[in-house]
Structure formats: structure tokens, C-alpha cells
């Protein structure tokens, strides 16, 4: 193959240059040509392609988004638009695809592939819900960005003893509430894997108020089943203790990637390239024991997700007040 064309697809993630820049650069290694499509199958769609050199993904390393911008292409969840997206890259004389992002963006790919186009996925999310790898590119950079604000959220919760909920990103996935509450000492998780009632959660507050607790912090995935304001209401009723609310949003989303983020998102994109060079079939990139893996791509999509109960009883356990 000597012609391939990547693009970032859905929510923007940080480590997604440090993969657009692996990828360029390998590519052009090994003497192909690599080419920029623009906001994701919404610039395939248009047309908007462009030739990438390996100066052209200069400086990016360390910058979080996507020089390449990114879009949520409804259009792209239509056959006949897929149609168009493989005629564009036949006209280009483009032979094969890297696609950063998440589960749509993949599944976006696939159909594309069954149009002859090999596509290679390289995870970049934050939400971390691709079941089939343990990681994904930006999941540990927003962790990271959760439990600065954890820390600070800690002092001025603890200043006023209060109840703060912090309501995190994720999507349908828990992993970031998860990862962030356990790293963070939250008391309580609240995850869409684990149903727990509003009468346990103040029972949990309560106990940790009781046994000398002078605050409490509860970490809540967005697709966990509460309203915040509305669980702050509860909470005060029950507890006596005053408790608020924060939504950090995109703050979550931006930001310099990790080391973890760089390295990940370097490996895989050169994985994508390499295995394109060897005109491989469509893959999915991910991470398996701390190795890069590639499975097929319509294989690695029907995976599901398995929530790491262990480390939410640990959570559960190290959050407790005795
Ligand atoms: O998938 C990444 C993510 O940030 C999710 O955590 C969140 O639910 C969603 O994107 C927000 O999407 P948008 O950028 O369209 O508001």
C-alpha cells in the first residue's frame, strides 16, 4: 500500500496528535504517502483532504484536540453517504484508512471496509468504553485532569465540611468516575455498571460523617442514574451537612497529554501504518497486557465491556468511614 489518509472522528481526546503525528511520520518512513482529511467523515464527505508532511505535524506532540479537527458526522450512519466517503478516497487514489476514535467512529470504519477500504482503528476517547482494549488514547489524560480537580475540590469541601459531588465525563461508561474516584479517595462512586439506591448513598455519607469524617466526596459518571443538584438536596436532608455540585465538562476533555497518552497513541498509529504497509486487513488497535494487539475490526466491536468490579469494591472499601 502506498497511499493511506487518517482522520479523528467524535469527541476529541488528548494524545489524538501525538497519533496523527506517529502516523504521518511512520508512514512517510516507509516511503508512502499520507494524507489529512478534516473533520473526520464529515470533511471525507466533502472532499476535504490534504497531503501531510513530516513537518506538517510538527510541534503537535504535546498539544491536546486534533489538528485535524473532528466532527460527529450523522450523515456518515447512511449507506448511500458511505458510498460517497469510498468513492472520495477511490478518487484520491487513497488505498487505505487510520480512524481515531471511539465505538461510532469505528463502526463508521467497518462499514467503509466492507466497501474494500481497509480501516485501521486507533482508540482515542476519554471515556475509555472500547471493550476490547484496556486503554484508549486520552483516558488517562483526562484521569489526570479529574484528580486536579479532585485536590482542590478536597480543600475547599473539607474548609466548609460539605458534600461535593463531582459529576465526570464517560459517556455510558464508568471508567473515569471509577478510575478518578479510587485515585482520588472519593467516599462513594456512582457508576452506570453498579445500581445503588439514594437511601444507601446517604447511609454511606452518614457513616463516614458519624465516624469522624469532617467532609465527603462523591464521584458520579454522568450515565450513573442521578440528577446531582437533586442528590445534593437529598443528601442535605438526610446528613444535616451542606452539599454541592460540580460539572467540570470539556475542561475534562482538553489539555497536554500524559506520557501514558503519547506513548499509547505513538504505538498504536505506527502499529496502524504497519500493518496497512502490509496491506493487512481492517483492524482495531488496542492495548492487551500491556502490549499492542490487533484484532479484527468487526470482531473487536462486538466485544463488550466488562466493568472492573474489583477495583470498585476496593474503591468502596478504601472509601469507607470506620
Ligand atoms: O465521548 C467523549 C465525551 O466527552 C463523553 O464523555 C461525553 O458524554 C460526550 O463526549 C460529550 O459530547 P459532545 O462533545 O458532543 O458534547
Not at 438536596?233 to 452539599?243: C, F, N, P, S, W
Not at 465491556?305 to 470498585?312: G, H, K, Q, V
Request: charged share 25%; glycine share 14%.
Amino acid at each position: 500500500m502506498k497511499k493511506i489518509a487518517i482522520l479523528t472522528s467524535g469527541g476529541d481526546a488528548p494524545g489524538m496528535n501525538a497519533a496523527i503525528r506517529a502516523a504521518v511520520r511512520c508512514g512517510i518512513d516507509l516511503g508512502m504517502e499520507v494524507y489529512g482529511i478534516d473533520r473526520g467523515y464529515e470533511g471525507l464527505l466533502d472532499g476535504d483532504i490534504k497531503p501531510m508532511g513530516w513537518h506538517s505535524v510538527g510541534d503537535i506532540l504535546q498539544r491536546g484536540g486534533t489538528m485535524l479537527r473532528t466532527a460527529r458526522s450523522s450523515r456518515f450512519m447512511e449507506g448511500r453517504w458511505v458510498e460517497h466517503g469510498a468513492k472520495i478516497l477511490n478518487t484520491f487514489g487513497i488505498e487505505g484508512l487510520i480512524v481515531i476514535g471511539g465505538d461510532g467512529s469505528f463502526r463508521g470504519g467497518l462499514e467503509l471496509s466492507k466497501l474494500g477500504i481497509p480501516v485501521m482503528g486507533v482508540p482515542g476517547t476519554i471515556d475509555n468504553d472500547l471493550a476490547y482494549t484496556e486503554y484508549t488514547i486520552g483516558f488517562d489524560t483526562a484521569v489526570n485532569t479529574v484528580l486536579g480537580l479532585i485536590s482542590n475540590i478536597r480543600d475547599t469541601s473539607s474548609s466548609h465540611e460539605r458534600t461535593t459531588i463531582i459529576e465526570v465525563m464517560g459517556r455510558h461508561c464508568g471508567d473515569l468516575a471509577l478510575h478518578a474516584g479510587l485515585a482520588g479517595g472519593a467516599d462513594v462512586i456512582l457508576v452506570p455498571e453498579v445500581s445503588i439506591d439514594t437511601n444507601e448513598i446517604c447511609r454511606r455519607v452518614l457513616e463516614g460523617q458519624q465516624s469522624g469524617k469532617v467532609h465527603s466526596l462523591i464521584v458520579m459518571a454522568e450515565g450513573a442514574d442521578f440528577e446531582p443538584e437533586e442528590l445534593a438536596k437529598t443528601l442535605e436532608e438526610m446528613t444535616g451537612r451542606e452539599a454541592r455540585t460540580v460539572v467540570p465538562g470539556y475542561i475534562q476533555r482538553g489539555g497536554s497529554p500524559t506520557l501514558a497518552d503519547r506513548r499509547l497513541a505513538s504505538l498504536t498509529a505506527a502499529k496502524a501504518v504497519n500493518l496497512l504497509y502490509n496491506d493487512s486487513e481492517s483492524k482495531a488497535i488496542g492495548v492487551e497486557a500491556g502490549k499492542i494487539v490487533a484484532l479484527d475490526l468487526d470482531k473487536a466491536l462486538d466485544i463488550t465491556s466488562e466493568f472492573d468490579t474489583n477495583l470498585y469494591e476496593l474503591a468502596n472499601v478504601l472509601g469507607k468511614g470506620k
